[in-house]
């Protein structure tokens, strides 16, 4: 059987930041404060709300808990008067020591050896809880969370909180570009990639607004690319947003959804107008701020012109990712920022494979010879190799075997629905072209097949140009 043993590489998490506070006293003033500015630094932050916890979904809450990388945790005189918080806290201190994860307490308004010896207002605030069961549990992880190193507020900028504010975002940004965090653990084939993109970028050059292309097939690796080098790079700008599935989600809600995501990411605000209105929003308040923009999956030029007009500040990137290079031509992209995105070497095809089915670098023994298949039916595709992976991990041999013969005959279903939305965004003459090369023309020579395009009246060269 095919190992799943736990990875080798460090755990991957899906927000940088969770927020443990006690509502009464910090959330319309500081934590708000607080949030927003770790937002606008492009500190993926989670911040629960009043709603979730009227719903006692402490489920959902916990599995935030264990998907952050960094907990703030702001004590204040009543902090402790929550069971809430304080099964927040126990959890906080469980994940640390079980896990990467770490902890910071920011003293609020109480002393941190009021936290550590639950005394003064935390004290008075604890005894609500003393027939509890949990109790014991709780004040442990209040003396834990006080002997840890966090912030005193009055002792930063002088209690100056807007000061206090950034200081803490600073060195939450600073912690987080020492570590490489990604929603994708299993990045294969990537360093070389986004050598080149940062190249592109110039970070820290605060020279002309440059927008840089990724262009490539649907499950090349573009989502990848573009969410790797903005979780590298995002807390550098003065604001940031990656605004996911834009076509999808421009097909289905309108521009002014996606304006709206952009507005509240960058600036905090809400925007309820026309599209029109959004533009004018963003020509007026953009070219105070240096943003990173990441649209990603844009296939018509009237999204970019909502989105990404000439109104940002210098210095400012912006990062679009299609599987279209006319949308980046017709937009004004330089056609030398704009990447393709190849298909994976067999090297990496094969470590990106071994992640998925056998959790590890490498195949397990005795399924050497079947990974080689697989990868090779893959041809190098990104999508392809995770859904198979994900497929056959754990499987018996006999399993593997019988994948492999259907695989000859009928794509992966994940894989071909993926794929479809490339075919169908074609023009229906490069449709055709493109069924003529996968029925009858596999491994014609190039020109041959282009001398028969054009005496059918199709766009040879260029046909077969946009397929690559």
Request: net charge negative.
């Amino acid at each position: 059987m095919a190992s799943s043993s736990t990875s080798p590489h460090q755990k991957s998490f899906k927000y940088h930041v969770f927020l443990c506070f006690g509502g009464e006293d910090t959330r319309k003033t500081f934590v708000d404060h607080l949030y927003a500015y770790l937002k606008q630094k492009g500190i993926h932050t989670f911040r629960d709300n009043e709603e979730l916890k009227k719903g006692k979904r402490i489920d959902e809450l916990f599995k935030a808990i264990e998907e952050s990388k960094f907990f703030i945790i702001v004590f204040s005189k009543n902090y402790a008067s929550s069971s809430w918080c304080l099964k927040e806290l126990a959890k906080i201190m469980e994940c640390q020591d079980e896990n990467e994860q770490i902890a910071y307490p920011l003293f609020y308004d109480v002393e941190p050896s009021d936290i550590r010896k639950r005394s003064g207002p935390v004290g008075r605030a604890i005894t609500k809880h003393k027939s509890n069961e949990q109790i014991n549990k709780w004040e442990r992880a209040l003396e834990s969370a006080g002997n840890l190193v966090g912030w005193d507020l009055k002792n930063i900028a002088n209690g100056h909180e807007t000061e206090a504010i950034k200081k803490i975002g600073e060195e939450i940004s600073l912690k987080l570009r020492s570590i490489h965090l990604s929603n994708d653990e299993n990045l294969i084939g990537m360093d070389r990639r986004m050598q080149e993109l940062e190249s592109s970028l110039g970070i820290g050059l605060n020279d002309k607004v440059r927008i840089i292309g990724i262009k490539g097939m649907g499950g090349i690796g573009k989502t990848t690319l573009a969410r790797s080098i903005f979780n590298k790079v995002s807390s550098l700008f003065e604001g940031s947003c990656f605004v996911d599935d834009v076509r999808e989600v421009s097909k289905k809600k309108g521009l002014r959804s996606l304006q709206k995501r952009v507005l509240s990411d960058v600036l905090n605000i809400e925007h309820r107008g026309s599209v029109l209105d959004g533009e004018k929003i963003m020509r007026m308040r953009l070219r105070y701020i240096k943003v990173l923009l990441v649209l990603d999956d844009v296939d018509n030029p009237k999204q970019l012109e909502a989105l990404a007009g000439d109104w940002f500040k210098d210095g400012s990137r912006i990062i679009i990712t299609t599987r279209d290079e006319k949308v980046l031509l017709a937009h004004g992209v330089n056609a030398k920022w704009i990447h393709d995105v190849d298909f994976l070497s067999d090297e990496e095809a094969m470590s990106l494979f071994s992640r998925y089915a056998f959790k590890r670098y490498i195949p397990d023994q005795g399924f050497e010879k079947l990974s080689s298949e697989v990868v090779r039916y893959s041809a190098g595709l990104p999508l392809t190799i995770k859904v198979l992976g994900s497929h056959l991990c754990g499987e018996e041999e006999v399993v593997w075997i019988d994948a492999l013969k259907r695989l000859e005959t009928i794509p992966s279903l994940e894989t071909l629905e993926v794929l479809e939305i490339s075919y169908d965004g074609l023009e229906d003459d490069l449709k055709e072209i493109f069924l003529d090369v996968a029925c009858f023309m596999v491994g014609f020579p190039k020109d041959d097949a282009i001398r028969a395009f054009d005496s059918c009246g199709f766009r040879g060269i260029y046909g077969l140009r946009v397929l690559e």
